[in-house]
């Protein structure tokens, strides 16, 4: 079991639609959350961050936790052509270990 | 704001060759990490720093080292590269935290290194 598992897809969505990234990890003492957005050739770049469960909302996206189900997710409203990237889910485990998911690439569909 | 910097941005080498790769933190950031990410792949960690001393190591191969200096920045020195070796090389920075509630990795526009 990879530590930190992402459905590669791509997962494609309409322009306006809700799209939904999700994210399990295997270490359940991992504390700290992230969600990266990377455009091909270029560097991950912080979308969000969440360290307690439920949920937590930026703009048009929001990042949802689960510690018992481990589990974290990320919502994107009104999904628009630009949204188009890989999403890289990213967990922390304790004394800066920090490991990336595989990411999901999302099309949106004008 | 300041960003992670990296240098050089390109760099072609040839088989058997060395190359070394350098990352300046954000300002007051005191952990580095560097990941590997081949075309269509996700970032592969490869090892990472805080306050100088290694803290954690990934796929690094035993060809690969690097340090972090008194100033916080970090080289990665690579040798007797490999095709295989090709790939975009980020380096993160995160700022002080706490043991557990690690700060959100900021990165660098990363190398892209090419071996032929």
């Known amino acids: 079991q990879k530590e930190v598992e992402q459905n590669s897809g791509p997962l494609s969505v309409p322009e306006g639609a809700i799209a939904s990234l999700n994210c399990t990890y295997s270490d359940r003492g991992s504390q700290s959350f992230f969600w990266y957005r990377q455009y091909s050739g270029k560097s991950p770049e912080l979308i969000m961050f969440?360290?307690?469960?439920g949920d937590k909302e930026d703009g048009r996206f929001t990042a949802q936790l689960n510690k018992a189900s481990q589990y974290v997710s990320l919502l994107i409203r009104d999904s628009q052509p630009s949204d188009s990237a890989t999403y890289l889910c990213a967990v922390n485990r304790g004394y800066q270990k920090v490991t990336f998911g595989t990411g999901t690439k999302l099309q949106v569909i004008p | 704001a300041a960003g992670v910097i990296q240098s050089p941005r390109h760099l072609i080498k040839e088989k058997r060759e060395t190359a070394t790769l350098k990352c300046y933190p954000i300002?007051?950031?005191?952990?580095v990490y560097w990941y590997q990410q081949g075309p269509g792949q996700d970032p592969q960690f490869l090892i990472s720093?805080?306050?100088?001393?290694?803290?954690d190591k990934g796929s690094i191969p035993d060809r690969f080292s690097a340090q972090q200096f008194s100033d916080y920045h970090s080289e990665l020195n690579m040798s007797s590269l490999e095709l295989g070796d090709s790939a975009l090389y980020f380096c993160?920075?995160?700022?002080?935290?706490?043991?557990?509630?690690?700060?959100?990795?900021?990165f660098g526009n990363g190398t892209r290194l090419t071996v032929t």
């Open positions: 300002p007051r950031h005191d952990t």
């Open positions: 720093f805080y306050e100088k001393m290694q803290s």
């Open positions: 993160a920075s995160s700022e002080p935290a706490g043991t557990f509630f690690n700060s959100p990795l900021h």
């Open positions: 969440i360290y307690s469960n």
